[in-house]
């Protein structure tokens, strides 16, 4: 062990984070490519997807910097890896699959014949249950109807699973993969569910009628809030909306 200066001399630069955050952002947005139409993440918050849609683009906040970040990252070096790239394919995740049928585009991470495949990043500290991939299924199987494949996978990144015994101390990223299997008539209803919720936003988007904007479900809790969503204060979401909980 090398021995440190006694009279060095650490000072937080606060600048200096601001100034990483910012190109971050300007890297994220101007990676991410303006999408027209419906995509199939548009289905999964259709409330959401219309305020993105109608609104001023607000700036990511330094949060969703971190996030988005991370798993752009993650999912470059996954994705290179996989196609087996010499060095990191940064554009390894672009590209968009447009189905006529659904009406929607759709981006699977991967697809080999047929079959296609989502990378997902989690920070968990505990194993995951089946109860517990619902959001990603929702997206997993929207790219399983497009391919029209009742098979799918799902690889989980968890990144702060503690080691299993034996394998040192702490917590490590570990991969949790998943075989996902359904009927075809499971996957024909949930067609006929993207269908009606895609009229529903395209019919909101054409209109812009309160009655069919409150027609869309409300977002998922995690999703919602004054500090969490940018649309908080226009959409107003019915029942949430002046509430303590969910005006702080």
């Not at 585009?105 to 517990?132: A, I, Q």
């Not at 503690?162 to 991969?175: E, I, L, S, V």
Request: aromatic share 10%.
């Amino acid at each position: 062990m090398l021995a440190l200066p006694a009279l060095i001399q650490i000072d937080r630069n606060k600048k200096a984070e601001v100034g990483l955050v910012d190109k971050t952002r300007a890297w994220l947005e101007k990676d991410s490519s303006d999408r027209k139409g419906i995509h199939a993440s548009d289905l999964l918050d259709p409330r959401k997807a219309y305020y993105d849609k109608t609104q001023t683009k607000v700036p990511l906040s330094e949060r969703l910097v971190g996030l988005f970040f991370v798993g752009k990252v993650l999912h470059a070096f996954f994705l290179s890896a996989l196609t087996g790239e010499d060095g990191v394919n940064w554009k390894s995740d672009g590209g968009s699959t447009i189905d006529k049928t659904l009406g929607i585009s759709y981006s699977p991470d991967w697809c080999k014949n047929g079959v296609p495949g989502e990378l997902k990043t989690s920070r968990g500290k505990y194993e995951m249950r089946p109860s517990d991939l619902s959001l990603y299924l929702e997206q997993l199987m929207i790219y399983m109807t497009g391919e029209k494949s009742t098979y799918g996978r799902l690889v989980v990144l968890m990144t702060n699973l503690p080691a299993p015994p034996g394998q040192g101390w702490g917590t490590y990223p570990q991969y949790r993969c998943f075989d996902i299997n359904v009927t075809k008539t499971a996957l024909a209803e949930y067609a006929k569910q993207i269908i009606r919720v895609r009229k529903a936003l395209v019919l909101a988007l054409k209109t812009k009628k309160a009655k069919n904007i409150n027609a869309l479900p409300l977002c998922r809790e995690f999703k919602c809030g004054k500090s969490q969503c940018p649309h908080y204060l226009v959409c107003k979401p019915e029942g949430r909306f002046g509430t303590k909980r969910w005006d702080k």
